[in-house]
């Protein structure tokens, strides 16, 4: 697993987070830039899974 670097001369990294709903094309919901992948993972994604749960209590369907 690795992010994706931008430019040679430093060690940041982008990290995105990828949706796809309704068989659509993945689309990206949150994006992390650091030097490694964000650690821990599970305090990154909390946020995000948060406001998905929101979306799905609204009636949005998510997998």
């Known amino acids: 697993l690795t992010g994706l670097r931008i430019f040679k001369s430093t060690k940041h990294q982008f990290w995105l987070i990828l949706v796809c709903c309704n068989g659509c094309q993945p689309f990206v919901v949150a994006l992390y830039?650091?030097?490694?992948?964000?650690?821990?993972?599970?305090?990154?994604?909390?946020?995000?899974?948060?406001?998905?749960?929101?979306?799905?209590?609204?009636?949005?369907?998510?997998?």
């Open 33 to 63: 830039y650091g030097e490694q992948k964000p650690s821990p993972v599970e305090e990154f994604m909390l946020e995000i899974l948060e406001k998905l749960q929101t979306l799905e209590s609204r009636g949005i369907e998510l997998e």
